[in-house]
C-alpha cells in the first residue's frame, strides 16, 4: 500500500476498497438508522461519514468503517485522519494517576512479579512501562511507530509469542479505533490465562454528554474512534467475545476522580492551556467514558 499523500484538498481520496459499509449493528447486527453526517478530525479535508445508531443495543459507529488492515497502515504512518495533533499531551500519564491504576488492577494480596502483563494499545508508554518494571513478563500491542521506543512491543496481537499466557490484559482507550471490537477481544481472550482479569474503557454514548451534543459529542472523532458504546452494546460485545462483566461504571476520560478533576482545574497550567473550558459543565456531566473490568467465560 503506497503512503498516503496529505497534501491541501477539499476532499481525500480514500481507497474505496478498504471501507466496508455497515447498514446493520456491529455489534448485534440490528437495523440501524442515520444520526447525523460528521468530519474526519482532519480538519484540511472535508470527507463526512455517517454517524449510526441501532435500534436494538443503542450502540453507534461511523460508517462506512475503515478495514483493520487500513487502520493499521493509517496509524503505522501517523496518519492526521486517525491522530490528533494533540495527542502527544492527552495521552501522558502522571505518577499518581499510576498509582490508582495499580490499586485497580491488583489487590492488596497480590504479587505484580507473579503475573503476566498485556496492554493493547500503550500509547505515550508511561503506563506500559510502569507495569513492565513491575510484572514478570509484559508485552504491549501498538502499530503506531511510537511502540518502537520500549521494549517486547508488537504490531499485531498475532506476533505475541506462541504460548505465553497473560493474567493482567489492559485495553485503554482502544476498542473505540477498531473495525471489529468483538473479533479484537475473541484475540485477546486467546492470549489469556484462565484466571484472567481484563479492563477496558471506551467513549460512553449513554452519556449526558452524548445525549445532548449528539454529532458535536467531542468524542465523535473518525476516523480516529469508530465505536461509541451503550451499557447494552457492552453486554453483547462482551457475551459474544466470551468475557463477562464484573464492574462497569461511567468514569471521566484518565479515570480522573472529581477530587482529581478539581485539583486540575485550579492549577495555572490547565486554566492557562484552555483545556478546561466550562468547569460546571465538566464536573457535573463529564463522565462520558466506561470503565468495566472483566473475566474471561469459562470455555465448555
Known amino acids: 500500500?503506497?503512503?498516503?499523500?496529505?497534501?491541501?484538498?477539499?476532499?481525500?481520496?480514500?481507497?474505496?476498497?478498504?471501507?466496508?459499509?455497515?447498514?446493520?449493528?456491529?455489534?448485534?447486527?440490528?437495523k440501524s438508522v442515520s444520526i447525523d453526517e460528521v468530519q474526519t478530525i482532519n480538519s484540511s479535508y472535508g470527507n463526512k461519514f455517517q454517524l449510526k445508531e441501532c435500534s436494538f443495543c443503542h450502540h453507534w459507529w461511523i460508517d462506512p468503517i475503515p478495514t483493520q488492515s487500513y487502520l493499521s497502515y493509517l496509524y503505522s504512518i501517523s496518519s492526521k485522519f486517525v491522530i490528533s495533533h494533540d495527542y502527544s499531551n492527552n495521552c501522558k500519564v502522571r505518577g499518581k494517576d499510576l498509582n490508582k491504576l495499580y490499586k485497580k488492577i491488583f489487590s492488596n494480596k497480590e504479587t505484580p512479579s507473579d503475573y503476566n502483563y498485556l496492554e493493547i494499545g500503550i500509547g505515550s508508554g508511561d503506563v506500559f512501562d510502569y507495569f513492565q518494571s513491575i510484572t514478570n513478563i509484559s508485552y504491549g500491542v501498538e502499530p503506531g511507530p511510537w511502540g518502537s521506543k520500549h521494549h517486547n512491543i508488537?504490531?499485531?496481537?498475532?506476533?505475541?509469542?506462541?504460548?505465553?499466557?497473560?493474567?493482567?490484559?489492559?485495553?485503554?482507550?482502544?476498542?473505540?479505533?477498531?473495525?471489529?471490537?468483538?473479533?479484537?477481544?475473541?484475540?485477546?481472550?486467546?492470549?489469556?490465562?484462565?484466571?484472567?482479569?481484563?479492563?477496558?474503557?471506551?467513549?460512553?454514548?449513554?452519556?449526558?454528554?452524548?445525549?445532548?451534543?449528539?454529532?458535536?459529542?467531542?468524542?465523535?472523532?473518525?476516523?480516529?474512534?469508530?465505536?461509541?458504546?451503550?451499557?447494552?452494546?457492552?453486554?453483547?460485545?462482551?457475551?459474544?467475545?466470551g468475557w463477562y462483566s464484573t464492574k462497569i461504571e461511567s468514569s471521566r476520560p484518565n479515570g480522573k476522580s472529581n477530587f482529581d478533576?478539581?485539583?486540575?482545574?485550579?492549577?495555572?497550567?490547565?486554566?492557562?492551556s484552555g483545556k478546561i473550558i466550562n468547569f460546571p459543565q465538566e464536573f457535573l456531566l463529564g463522565r462520558d467514558q466506561w470503565y468495566i473490568e472483566c473475566n474471561a467465560i469459562k470455555n465448555d
Not at 503506497?2 to 448485534?28: G, T, V
Not at 504490531?155 to 504460548?163: H, M, R, S, T, V
Request: proline share 5%.
Open 1 to 30: 500500500m503506497s503512503k498516503i499523500q496529505e497534501s491541501d484538498a477539499n476532499i481525500f481520496n480514500f481507497p474505496s476498497d478498504q471501507f466496508q459499509r455497515n447498514f446493520f449493528c456491529p455489534i448485534c447486527n440490528s
Open 154 to 241: 508488537v504490531n499485531d496481537i498475532k506476533e505475541l509469542p506462541l504460548n505465553l499466557k497473560f493474567n493482567r490484559i489492559v485495553i485503554f482507550d482502544v476498542l473505540e479505533h477498531v473495525q471489529n471490537p468483538i473479533l479484537m477481544l475473541k484475540q485477546v481472550k486467546m492470549v489469556a490465562h484462565s484466571d484472567v482479569k481484563l479492563f477496558c474503557t471506551f467513549p460512553n454514548k449513554d452519556s449526558v454528554l452524548a445525549k445532548c451534543y449528539k454529532s458535536k459529542w467531542r468524542m465523535i472523532r473518525p476516523l480516529g474512534h469508530l465505536h461509541f458504546f451503550s451499557k447494552e452494546s457492552i453486554k453483547i460485545t462482551l457475551k459474544k467475545s
Open 261 to 272: 478533576f478539581i485539583l486540575d482545574f485550579f492549577e495555572i497550567k490547565s486554566i492557562t
